[in-house]
Nanobody
Framework: QVQLVESGGGLVQPGGSLRLSCVAS????????MGWYRQAPGKERESVAN???????NYADSVKGRFTVYRDNAQNSVLLEMSDLKPEDTALYYC????????????????WGQGTQVTVSS
């Protein structure tokens, strides 16, 4: 059983900051990719920031210079620091991971968090 638990979403004014956290738990053998997606009303889900194992983070052009993603392999966690938030950043943010479970065949699978709402308004 693998679970991704997110925290940190909320309401913030334009120009403000938020920090999102995600921790993966359960029978995990290894995690390849770990990062964040978001989905705004009427839009398709898009990758915000992703950290492949042992590689540099990837960012969507719209958040470069404002968002920073940190991955802690020892804790199976990923942190997204968001600054200078804009109304366009309003979306449901999902933690995402590609990982191998330590049970069964251990094939690579994708897992998602429940989603945490980030609203930038006023």
């Amino acid at each position: 059983q693998v679970q991704l638990v997110e925290s940190g979403g909320g309401l913030v004014q334009p120009g403000g900051s938020l920090r999102l956290s995600c921790v993966a738990s359960g029978s995990i053998f290894s995690i390849s990719d770990m990062g964040w997606y978001r989905q705004a009303p009427g839009k398709e889900r898009e990758s915000v920031a992703n950290v492949p194992s042992g590689k540099s983070p990837n960012y969507a052009d719209s958040v470069k210079g404002r968002f920073t993603v940190y991955r802690d392999n020892a804790q199976n966690s990923v942190l997204l620091e968001m600054s200078d938030l804009k109304p366009e950043d309003t979306a449901l943010y999902y933690c995402h991971a590609k990982l191998k479970q330590s049970t069964g065949w251990g094939l690579l699978g994708e897992y998602w968090g429940q989603g945490t709402q980030v609203t930038v308004s006023s």
